[in-house]
């Protein structure tokens, strides 16, 4: 079942403008492993994780780097998370994530899918449905 769908859209030159003028900005949005990325790559990186959150429902304390996108060998996009994020997730019964990011004329975007069973929906111990 879907719980959540989340997209986002982000403007790189934008993305990349407030980068250069908040330098931490990128150690607080991203996990080492991401830091090195090219800055179309970071903007889709960063429209994911907004999409994440917009899925969860913007759930307030999310820590950005509780949340980070890895890939596979056939080099398809993968959400992966701890803390917060994986916290949230559980607690909505969310327990499947598909992801699709892509960039290109000055944009990156991405689309997030979370599925699972609402933990509001799992029968009680009578057998029914809350």
Known sequence: MIIGTGIDVVDIQRFERQL???PRLIERLFVPSERELP????????AAKEATAKAL???????????????????????????????EAAKQGIDRWHLSMSHDGGMAMAY????GFPVDALPDAQGESA
């Open 20 to 22: 250069e003028r908040t």
């Open 39 to 46: 800055v179309q790559s970071l903007a889709a990186r960063f």
């Open 57 to 87: 429902k913007a759930p307030p304390g999310m820590i950005w780097q509780h949340c980070w996108i890895e890939k596979t060998e056939w080099g398809a996009p993968v959400l992966r998370m701890e803390g917060t994020v994986a916290a």
């Open 112 to 115: 997030v899918v979370a599925e």
